[in-house]
T-cell receptor
Framework: GQNIDQPTEMTATEGAIVQINCTYQ??????LFWYQQHAGEAPTFLSY??LDGLEEKGRFSSFLSRSKGYSYLLLKELQMKDSASYLC??????????WGAGTKLIIKP | IAGITQAPTSQILAAGRRMTLRCTQD?????MYWYRQDLGLGLRLIHY???????GKGEVPDGYSVSRANTDDFPLTLASAVPSQTSVYFC???????????FGPGTRLTVL
């Protein structure tokens, strides 16, 4: 079966750095996506990785290791507005997205 | 720029009733999708359409139907609603089936 695993909840302090991990087992691989979802809102696209390595976009970076079936999302200089759920999704061989259940990130002042 | 719109925003429905959730995009995207999101679970794909005139079944299609008569619209119909269809429904679209998906604001549906 296909499976995406990520922690259910994480807590971090404003101004700090947090790393959200995602491991996956899927039928084929056509890229890994990270989305942010604030409570009661729609998911919004953050990043896309298809090759191994680090993609940096402002305060957010995403890393991929295809051989290990592993990715992480790194958030720097945390702000209170970063409190949200972060969703990891893998595009499988049929170009369908397989989604993790999401990691709820709580930021404390 | 509207992007993707969904209607209604929320709905309470009696079991056994028929309901159509509407989704419209103005980005001329070829591919469109319907997902449901339930607490503690990842987004699950209900149906998808890679281009106007074609549709396909996702992970959880039972009890739902879709049509794609044109590029912009992708309605989702519940023929006879059941309480297990209580969920938040998101419509999404992408330029092609391999591109980034963008989501509508969602419809919160409660079936009693």
């Amino acid at each position: 079966g296909q499976n995406i695993d990520q922690p259910t909840e994480m807590t971090a302090t404003e101004g700090a750095i947090v790393q959200i991990n995602c491991t996956y087992q899927t039928s084929g691989f056509n890229g890994l996506f990270w989305y942010q979802q604030h409570a009661g809102e729609a998911p919004t696209f953050l990043s896309y990785n298809v090759l191994d390595g680090l993609e940096e976009k402002g305060r957010f970076s995403s890393f991929l290791s295809r051989s290990k079936g592993y990715s992480y999302l790194l958030l720097k200089e945390l702000q209170m507005k970063d409190s949200a759920s972060y969703l990891c999704a893998v595009m499988d061989s049929n170009y369908q997205l397989i989604w993790g259940a999401g990691t709820k990130l709580i930021i404390k002042p | 720029i509207a992007g993707i719109t969904q209607a209604p925003t929320s709905q309470i429905l009696a079991a056994g009733r028929r309901m159509t959730l509407r989704c419209t995009q103005d980005m001329r995207h070829n591919a469109m999708y319907w997902y449901r999101q339930d607490l503690g679970l990842g987004l699950r794909l209900i149906h998808y359409s890679n281009t106007a005139g074609t549709t396909g079944k996702g992970e959880v299609p039972d009890g739902y139907s879709v049509s794609r008569a044109n590029t912009d619209d992708f309605p989702l119909t519940l023929a006879s609603a059941v309480p297990s269809q209580t969920s938040v429904y998101f419509c999404a679209s992408s330029s092609t089936s391999s591109d980034t998906q963008y989501f509508g604001p969602g419809t919160r549906l409660t079936v009693l």
